[in-house]
């Protein structure tokens, strides 16, 4: 083993995630800056105390010459991440075409025209062919930088063949599959054409988790049906092999957030933004411009508020923040074109000289920026027509401990199934059962928005990303001590 990764402390634990959570930027021949972003599973993994974790994952850049890969290689060792390279041609065929053009829209239940589907079907052989080639890649890296006795937790849905190739080099070796995505229905997953090496892939980890029951359950029937194994109460079992299946929710770093919103910058943004929406009620948006949000739906079910109820529309108005994401994929393109286009027609007809109803901002926000803009909403809208989990709606809880905002939830996300009780659910395909949703948060009795506000607020402290990493690693450790058993029974 390569040991330029050096153990001094603990535990081991190498997270492999297609992306490394730092954005690297070339400024000489042998110079890099490296900006770590601090996203879901970086704050979650740092608050996992008894591991040293070692990231290993896409660094998002092309380097080309070695003297170029070997600086990069070393300026992020130095934060303790590991970089595996992919050239264009890789990114293209691999990220773009099999992850977000084919897995991506599958496991969100987006269905593509006929058409559509049946000329990506023609390339789809040398996607996945690119696919594999990726996953080898990410292997190599785990296993050069592997040692014995490290857990290896490999992350979501451009991973998903890597666990049976790390069983493969190395069947002692303690791997962990989490998914960050819905699984779907295994009614819809089993019209992917190349179906079963996938989920292959997956069963050669220990512990596969995701967000839900819902999405354990889908996997594990798909597993019966398209490979004939048997599902059992912990998991799926191959030939004695036992994969264990079962749900970790995510959450986030809610400390973080709380901290944030008590600091003097925040307060400042907070203060800015009171006088700019002064007199009027806000509602936010926040998500990436991606298909499954829903934003267009969002934007439908605004206006028909907007219709109905004409004494509302110089009181309030709707923060839309759409974050551009992966725009080499031709429907992302096609959907900001299609916002742009409802936002401009709903402003047209709804502005005034002075103001609009809609503010749509394409671009990301600072982080403070970002927890000011939360701490001053008074409803927030998620109208995602499929989500994961979406920790959007638990950063705005962290960020309300003084407004008490009301929570519009789309059922169909994850977080429905944990802030439930505190949201108004809806379904996000109803535009006009949304649009009430929105009266009915704007309109809600005090009392009952500290009630709801109390609940989320309880749940979303309680249910860390810390809490979250740590039971998933925990119950890796337990599943291995169980085969272990096992096979000296
Ligand atoms: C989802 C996926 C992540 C992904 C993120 C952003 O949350 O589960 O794996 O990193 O979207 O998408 P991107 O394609 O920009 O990495």
Known sequence: PDSSVTLDRQQRLLVVANRLPVSATRKGEDQWSLEVSAGGLVSALLGVKQFQVIWIGWPGVYVQDELGKQSLAKALEEKG????????????????????????????????????????????????????????????????????????????????????????????????????????????????????????????????????????????????????????????????????????????????????????????????????????????????????????????????????????????ILVQIAVPTRQDVLEYQKLASQVHEIVGRINGRYGSLTTVPIHHLDRSMKFLELCALYAITDVLLVTSLRDGMNLVSYEFVACQNEKK????????????????????????????ETANAIGEALNMPEEEREERHRLNFMHVTTHSAQVWAETFTSELNDSILEAELRTLH
Request: charged share 25%.
């Open 81 to 316: 991440f590991v970089g595996v390279l992919l050239d264009e041609e890789t990114v293209d065929q691999y990220y773009n075409g099999y992850c977000n053009n084919v897995l991506w829209p599958l496991f969100h239940y987006i269905g593509l025209r006929q058409e559509d589907r049946l000329a990506a079907t023609r390339s789809l052989q040398s996607q996945f062919g690119a696919y594999k080639r990726a996953n080898r890649l990410f292997a190599d890296a785990v296993i050069k930088h592997y040692q014995e006795g490290d857990f290896v937790w490999t992350h979501d849905y451009h991973l998903m063949v890597l666990p049976s190739y790390l069983k493969e080099h190395d069947p002692r070796m303690k791997v962990g599959w989490f998914l960050h995505t819905p699984f779907p229905s295994s009614e819809i997953y089993r019209t992917l054409p190349l179906r079963s090496e996938l989920l292959q892939g997956v069963l050669g980890a220990d512990l596969v988790g995701f967000h839900t029951y819902d999405y354990a359950r889908h996997f594990v029937s798909a597993c019966t049906r398209i490979l004939g194994l048997e599902g059992t109460p912990e998991g799926v079992e191959d030939q004695g092999k036992i994969t264990r299946v079962a749900a970790f929710p995510v959450g986030i770093d809610s400390e973080r957030f709380i901290q944030a919103v008590e600091t003097d910058a925040v307060k400042k943004h907070i203060e800015e933004l009171s006088a700019r929406f002064a007199g009027r009620k806000v509602m936010l948006g926040v998500d990436r411009l991606d298909p499954i949000k829903g934003i267009p739906q969002k934007l439908l079910a605004f206006e028909k508020f907007l219709e109905e109820n004409p004494h509302w529309r110089d009181k309030v």
């Open 405 to 432: 905002g009301a929570l519009v939830l789309s059922e169909f996300a994850g977080a429905a199934q944990s802030l439930g009780a505190g949201s108004i659910l809806v379904n996000p395909w109803n535009i006009i």
